[in-house]
């Protein structure tokens, strides 16, 4: 079988022939008559008729003429781009830009917020939670109670817990290094109730939770990435005693790539069984918290789920004797497990910058409209004269919308290369807050999307302008002036109305952007608490199992910093368990002090810490030196702390000297002193209560010794350029441990600005959006005003002949501009303060509907607008009325 196109030209090729013959028979009997052969040729022709509109009824017969057809325009299209490369380059920028950033903030939400996980029907996998009747916020759920909604509930054929390992954790590589890896202890039936199973190997042994687990005591199942990473996919790996931490473990399975639990791990993951202890016996304010996840038996609804683990929970909740952690425990959430890998601020993020990408798209197309429609209102003579040969008025708009395709398709295939650029500088300066992993693949949803896209532009942006450019009067059309014709105004009100909706749109990005870094000025200046300027941080992986026998503070961190304080230009250097805003290494502690229980963060620091952040004393003093692992226990707590747990509410300050946890057996810690309130996870959150302990005051015979030192920043205060004082840092580290050299370095003032995170990218992105969508705007206002003034000389020519000043010229160009901008922003401030409320869990000290941000951002587009109409309003000014006159 020969192929379509091969077909269609052979037989087109046959009728050529065909033809010919006739006219060659038909000439040879005129010639016989006597005829000249020439004037035979030409009488045969004649006689013949019209041969190529012949050839078309013939060939349409066939049922082929549609594809010569498509051909002749994609080739006319081809070299009207060629002809007009200012406007060809015009349009398929501005479909680029509008393409590209929805097709990348549609890879960024389908690889967070759509991707499907590789569990077997994920749709029913659910996370459970606890919380308070009317607080949103949730925790994990003590053992007990996951014991009880096990036994209780009929919503859920499998439930199953998981919990990460304290501290920073380490594998035993095959080479006898230390690879960090994040270790996740899991109930054994954890995976079955995901529906995966071991690539290698096999999965823990099926046993009860809270039932004798022996058989799956000390043994670990590798993610793929672990394996690989540090054993380099060694296929003997089953079976083989690793060591983390520098406790061994027995191999029992390797798990397939792409598999994590929880999802979204900084580093390898690997698992081990949950071992309940005393504590997960008793419903008390230390009972140890889990995360949960529950299959839905199949029929079963979340909402129907929902309903019944609500009244579960609540009749749990009386088990406990603590009031305020009751109070906390009177309810359960449940919800899809993909929704809750999300934090909710993030998902609004995404959800919030799709829709701006999409009013980007959407002023793109509006844009491409526009132009459309003045080229063909310039191409009115030539449609005209294409109708008055015989072309049809479907033929006409079939080669204007092939035209369109064209140029949508060409500015699709550079959205997409702006869109993987764009995604792949995203990946790789991921924020802070997005714990989803994504790439730049761009997988068959993507591909659909782009062609949705370019498509549904190219219908938009061709078909409005091609129905106006064939519905014109052909006589008209012809006419010398046809263009200042009924049809003419038409399309310039239409092009008006374009330009309004521009406007509009471009008003509501603008406001976004602006709401957006007003909340980054804010946060900016929002009052720390403590110092930024001239403060390196280095964040340490401590390899703790390799100092298990010894006292990491004698044999690690005091030697490490005494070498540290001596370099050229250290004024100062400490330890920190976690410096504020870093956000790596958090841990909490239960209080309970005269009956009331709070949760407080508990950090370890060296007593020069304050010197080095600058931190204010309240009431009482610091840690010094005198402060020793054989001197009294003593505490340094802060402002939120004192004002909860103070004996006397009104006097903060009454605190001090009281005495509340054991940091060594029986030996109560004592308050020493208060120090000011600091911003610890979010510059926007209010500073929780905190507990400071002296890391010289710790041993290991110290109840807090293992989880205090297993994680520690570095923080040195320096005169010098951070950038110099590296390479000796990372010197000094690889002597006191072959491991810590890998270190990560980062200004204090960086970590910082690394804390603002979701809503630095989402300003970020705006303004792109709000600059991309203010540049197009003013090009189409610029492009309309211009086109109106070229239409438009022979009437401002005589306008000025008849005695018109130049500035009235000017002023009725302006007064047209002004017209515009205005119905503009009126109607984008009315679409603004709804679309607002997209972004109002990011703003910070402004509301979603703050007038100066809505004034601001409708000036900057007012003036923005006025100064680009003045250009084409200068030239409708200066225009020759003898010129003008005289080419009409």
Known sequence: MKPLFGSFGHRKKDIAEELESHLRLATAELVERGMDPEEARASAMREFGNVPLVEDIATEMWGWLWVDRLLQDLRYALRQMRRSPGFTATVIGTLALGIGAAAAMFTVVD??????????????????QEHATNDPRTSGAPWLDIQQWTLRSHSFSQIALFDGMPGRNFLEESNGGGMQISAVTVSPNLFATLGVTPSMGRDFLSVPMGSEVSKN???????????????????????????INSKSYLVVGVMPPGIEIPFGPSFPQVW???????????????????????????????????????????????????????????????????????????????????????????????????????????????????????A????????????????????????????????????????????????????????????????LTALVSSAWPAFLAVSTSIESAIKQGGQQSGTGRRHSRVRRTLVVCEVALSLTLLVACGLLLRTIYTLRHVPLGY???????????????????????????????????????????????????????????????????????????????????GVKMIVGRFFDDHDTATSEPVVVVNMAYARLHSPNPHDPSAIVGQRFM?????????????????????????????????????????????????????????????????????????????????????????????????????????????????????AGLYGLLKYTVTQQTRDIGVRIALGAQRTDVLWLVMRQAAIMLLAGLTLGAALALPSTRLIQSFLYGVTAHDGWTLACAAALLLVSGLSAAYLPARGAARVDPITALRTE
């Open 662 to 778: 054991n940091l060594r057996k029986d030996m109560p810690t004592k308050i020493i002193g208060i120090i000011d309130d600091e911003r610890q996870g979010k510059i926007g959150e209010p500073s929780q209560p905190e507990v400071e302990v002296s890391l010289q005051q710790l041993s290991p015979d110290s109840g807090f010794y293992q989880p205090s030192t297993v994680a520690m920043d570095l923080a040195v205060r320096t005169e010098r350029a951070p950038d110099s004082i590296i390479p000796e840092l990372r010197s000094i580290l690889g002597q006191a441990n072959p491991d810590l050299p890998h270190a990560t370095f980062n200004t204090m003032d960086q970590v910082v600005e690394d804390s603002f995170g979701s809503q630095r990218l989402a300003a970020h992105l705006l303004e792109i959006f709000g600059g991309v969508a203010l540049l197009l705007c003013l």
């Open 272 to 390: 081990t069984t949950i071992a309940l202890g005393d504590q997960d016996k008793t419903r008390y304010y230390n009972s140890p918290d889990y995360s949960v996840i529950g299959r839905l038996r199949p029929g079963v609804s979340i909402k129907t789920a929902q309903a019944e683990m609500s009244t579960i929970q609540n009749g749990l909740a009386v088990a406990y004797t603590d009031a305020r952690v009751r109070q906390e425990r009177t309810d359960a959430r449940v919800q899809s497990y993909a929704d809750s890998l999300v934090a909710a601020d993030i998902r609004k993020a995404l959800l919030a910058l799709l829709a701006a990408a999409g009013v980007l798209w959407l002023i793109s197309s509006v844009n491409t409209t526009n132009l459309l429609l003045a080229r063909g209102a310039a191409r009115q003579r030539e449609i005209a004269l294409r109708g008055a040969i015989g």
């Open 217 to 243: 005591a000390d043994t670990v199942i590798l993610s793929d990435a672990a394996w690989k990473a540090a054993y380099g996919g060694d296929p003997g790996i089953l079976g083989r005693n690793i060591k």
């Open 111 to 128: 690889h967070v917020l759509l991707r499907p996980l590789p569990y077997r029907d994920a749709g029913r996998l659910v996370a459970i």
């Open 531 to 613: 110092r930024t300027d001239h403060i390196l941080v280095a964040h340490l992986a401590i390899p703790s199992y390799r100092y298990s026998n010894r006292n990491m503070i004698v044999d690690l961190y005091q030697p490490l910093l005494d070498r540290v304080q001596h370099l050229h230009g250290v004024s100062a250097a400490g330890f920190m368990s976690e410096v504020p805003l870093a956000q790596k290494f958090s841990i909490k502690l239960t209080v309970a002090v005269n009956g009331q229980s709070s949760i407080a963060v508990l950090k370890t620091v060296s007593p020069d810490i304050r010197r080095i952040f």
């Open 392 to 455: 049809s008025r479907s033929r006409i708009l079939q080669q204007f919308i092939v035209e369109s395709l064209v140029l949508s398709g060409a500015g699709a295939l550079l959205g997409t290369g702006l869109a993987l650029g764009a995604v792949q500088l995203v990946s790789k300066a991921k924020p802070a807050h997005l714990n989803v992993e994504f790439s730049a693949h761009v997988n068959f949803t993507i591909l659909a999307v782009l062609c949705g896209l370019t498509l």
